[in-house]
């Protein structure tokens, strides 16, 4: 590493669309220190992050990280085993579903580790990080701090030189907070070496970093340690030294919270009355028997740990969820879960976004003003006041899922207080919010309750702002801890800040996640793992089928843990080769039929029994009119009618040929087509009778014979032809939409990012993630293979061995076309409704289900040629049906291993090892 | 500084019907604005209507056209080219010449469904009046066209030999003359029924990948929670769902009949195109219905994908819009009449559309439709309450 520089950005500048998120910034970040990025929300900081992680590609400017540049594809590849990057959001770059331990299990995979060592490396991190007793748990099941740690756990799995954090702290409680900085100083005091780089809105804990960056605007405004900064600006507080550094003009927008006394109600009911409210998830108690009193116009906060049931307990308030147990009031009125008329009083702001992405700020506004029912003259005004007060008209015709965090959430309040209800109940509003739109939004709060009397009951892990509430209530566990006010709480505790009475009042009630003092005294100096860090990282293969399987490894593990998924999987396809299979058959019967007979002489009634003797023909009554033909055959009663003029027998008689008319519905074709053959038949059976009884048996005896063989299927069942073809159909549907949510999923939940900044390939990663889908395919080829020679007594009667293998061919193709599909949807529903229209119409229209393929013409040939369910069926019904092998059906063997490898292909284009 | 308390509504508002119905109006609007905003659903509702009913309609025939048929012409005669030249477009391909030896390899590859074999010695031996015999070889897995197709062969070879010899001596003639007359559709042309019941296929996928999507949506991103700490019931949520995926269906529809059923493949329409928007619109109420249903038993989407292809194919495929619903087991056909509405409305559809029957003789299966959707609407809500409420 030359010099002290561990980064290095000259003249970046990164755009999304028209917008700025990174102005020309050059910086130079010193090596082997503790580097926060500090900035209010949407300032770039996590542009820059990504950048630093080489996960987002450059726009413009050159990055250089480790001695490289970060541009160039190798030195990407090379490094990124000694950087470790762990994205915004809690827990976002886990797997829920896997453990602890199969969680950092695949990090070590990922970074070639033998089992050996990574046991030894989990052992060592999850002791340091106190996740020792969870291992086996899933990771969906943790708290939000002990999510970070278990994330951090798996950043730190490859010892590197580069950590790059993104707001790691965020919405998590200050006891685990305290606890997440404590891990990382233990770590940096064993591994000096190491470089830290944080992006956090707490300025408290930006205050202990060796050195900043403060950012505004995409642009750096300062930058140097934090004493430096504080000396620079003249100020005491890092909070009030940002906004002294900050340009003249928005520095003015910027006002001190000032929190007025509040004054008694008049009404002395209180808005809030909660007595042994408890609710249970199954054996779990989620809130255990809470009560409490909130006062009209109070502000109320609710501070406690992750999963200590305060969204719970809100939820149940606002008459979202039933209570198990206990009873609550609002206004003294009890809540009951359909209260339309109680919802006019509440205004509820959820702890995650909850409007419409898909809405502008104003339509979002609008619907709630309607469904409010504001009187129409009220809606424009009022929507244009809130625009106003929530600092909202500049973005007003934007859609909310591009606008940074801070905002979102002042456009979440907007709408809670549109229809002016004394009650809010607000669920950590201001996690992720950055100092100055806090402060801005306090103000506002404070305005309600002091102008306006309106109640607010809000939870918060920000110690200044349950510094700023009337009283508070400490949670955990599902129970309350203490409430009082803040004075009142940091008194009992010592007298100390509110802070420390907050993780005394936990430690004390033995907070999960705690870690206890002697457990981090017990970790080695320098564990197993540690001492290969000295020695250079080794650079990664370009090719690593260990990286491989560790994707399918986990991948099949997911699977498996959603059972709902793999049932479908594997029963759907049962029930549909049980209902097609009988269902669906091409055998023309039962066609109802009437005679309309106008000569009534026995002539005529002979050559109605004709019909009536044949078997596909069921009688009806005779039509006795033109109109009554008209309407029978127009309600679609009947399908044939057969129409004999008057002086048919008499024409008959003389050898004049009288004409019979019949008439077929029409209404579909195919048994149309099938019925006139058959009256064709019948036609000719009857000329030969009537030639027999004239001239004497010896007519006939014909010269000419048409002898039809039906090949392969002697007695012409649908069943025999409809089997194979269904097992086509199947094969393709069910894997191709179960991997079409492969990699959009990853995208949606954040886990791609573990594929951006490990050394994984495209290859590997979409094959890997191939596998296990190709495996459930194969396994429901089994059993339709099973129900096909048993239930439908379908024998294979070709080459078994070439089934299989066509089998296994075909499937690669069609759970690639899913993958496909997958790389290119943005979200979970487009993938999926991509992959339903897009399979399933050549599906089950060109691939020979319905229609040999060589009697398709035009588009629809070229349509069901260009997909692999028109080469399958030949070797599936070949197999079954036609006693075939490998000769006669490798070519199309052939093409479905061409159609894997060109869906593998397509699918590495797509996929963007780099965000954009 | 003036101070106010906010006043405490203890009145039910938001209960009245008024109210109500102008709850589902504006949920509507936000369900069209949200369907607005996503283009890639867009542009598939519209190849679904447009490029998919056109190319089944127009590709894939169960009629016997296009047959793909051989010759082994072992005579090599007048008579044997003269049957070989009477296998004609549009019924077939134009005929391969093949020899006796590539019969086998031929139909196991599946280039041709039908091999026609004359016997050398044929024309001496029909001249001759002795017995002789064509075969006709037919690929038996070719279910849909294998039966008539051989029919065909079989008359077109009688025919010929007839029509050969008819300038030799008097063959007998048929005694009567039957004429086969096809009502509703003269030529039995599959693409006027394809393409309307295509249309059928798409109406039922859309509506229920649609609706059911927009409520998992809600769901995974946590606005349903939102709707309902407002003054709304889940009814109007469901029916707001309802009617605005429904809306964008039966327009396409309508226009997909006119534009591309009518227009671009010049199929007539017997019936009354509003009488049939109409009991589309009851059928739409119906499938929304179920994909809320479905919505609510898979809990992402990558479940409601594994859950609605099963659905959509068995509904698709054992409604009498693929085949015949006559030869399915009268117990399947049972139970295919009670649990989906896809066969009632594809015989709603089949009336007017074809047959050009009114109202007062299509009203039966339409009421059925709407029967199921009543029950399908009724346990999508209980379901919808209790998944949302997580009771």
Redesign the interface.
Known sequence: MTGDCVARLDGVSHRYGTVDALADVTLDIPAGRMVGVIGPDGVGKSTLLALLAGVRRIQSGTVTVLDGDMADAVHRRTSCARIAYMPQGLGRNLYPTLSVFENVDFFGRLFGQSEAERRTRIADLTRATGLDPFVGRPAGKLSGGMKQKLSLCCALMHDPDLLVLDEPTTGVDPLSRRQFWELIDTIRARRPQMSVLVATAYMEEAARFDWLAAMDDGREIAHGAPAEILARADETSLERAFIALLPAEKRARHAPVVVRPR?A???ETPAIEAEGLTRR?GDFVAVDHVSFRIG??EIFGFLGSNGCGKTTTMKML?????ASDGRAEL?G?PIG??D??L????G?M?Q?F??????TVR?NLD??A????LPRAEVAPRIAELLARYDLEAVADQ?PDALPLGIKQRLQLAVAVLH???LLILDEPTSGVDPIARDAFWRTLIDLS?????TIFLSTHFMNEAERCDRISLMHAGRVLAVGTPAELAAARGGGSLEEAFVAYLAEAGGVGAVPAETESAVPATPAGVASAEAPAAVPKRFDPGRLWAYARREAMELLR?P??LV??LV??I??MM??G??????????KWAAFDQDRTPESRA?LESFSGSRYFTERPPVSSTAELDDR????ELALVVEIPPGFGRD?QNGR??????????????????T??Y???L?LQ??QQ??IERAGPN?SAS????????????A?K?V???V?SIIA?MLI??PA??S??AVV?EKETGSIANFRATPTGKVEFLVGKQLPYVAVAMASFATLMILAVTLFGVPVTGSFAALALGTLLYCFATTGFGQLVSTF?????????????LA??PA???S?L????????????V??LAFPAAWYQ?IS??TF??A?GFS?VWPQMVVLAVFSVAYLIAARTFLQKQER | MGRETRAVSKRPAGTGLAARLANVFRLTVKELRSIRADPIMLLLVVYAFTINVYSVATGASVEATNLAVAVVDEDRSALSRRIADGLTPPLFRPAVEIGAAEIDGALDAGRVVFVVEIPPRFEADVLAGRKTAVQVNVDATAITQAGNGSAYIRTIVADQVASFLAGRDGAAASPVDVVVRATFNPNLKSSWFTSVMQVVNSITMLTVILTGAALIREREQGTVEHLLIMPVVPSEIMLSKILANGLVTLVATGLSLVLVVQGGLAVPIAGSLPLFLAGAAVYVFTVAALGIMLGTIANTMGQFGLLAIPVLLVTQLLSGSATPLESMPAGLRWVMWTISPTPHFVSFAQGVLYRGAGATVVWPPLVAVAVIGGVYFAVALRRFRRVVFGA
Request: zero cysteines.
């Open positions: 004054v109600a008049a009404d998830f009209r116009g606002t008459g979202l969820l039933p206004f009125a879960a359909g339309v008329g919802r006019r009083n509440v509820y959820s995650a909850s409007l419409y992405a898909e809405l339509q619907l709630h309607r469904l409010y029912h859609r002016r209800p004394p002091r102008d306006e009397g309106v959603d709902i998924r479908f999987a759907g396809p029930v549909l209902a097609f009988w269902g669906i058959s091409f055998d023309v019967e039962n066609l050559l055959m127009r309600r679609g008959l040929v009288p004409e019979v008319g019949v008439w077929i519905d029409g209404a579909m074709p195919f048994r149309g087509e099938t006139r053959s009256v064709g038949g036609a009857y000329a009537r030639a007519a010269t000419l014979d048409v002898e039809v063989r039906y090949r392969y299927n002697q012409f649908s025999v032809a409809m194979p159909l549907l069910i939409v179960m079409a949510v999923r949807t943005r979200t979970q529903v487009a993938a999926v409704f991509a992959t339903a229209i399933v119409v089950v229209n060109f020979g319905l229609v040999p393929v060589a009697s398709l013409s035009g588009g629809a040939r349509l069901g030949p019904v070949g049906a036609k075939l006669a």
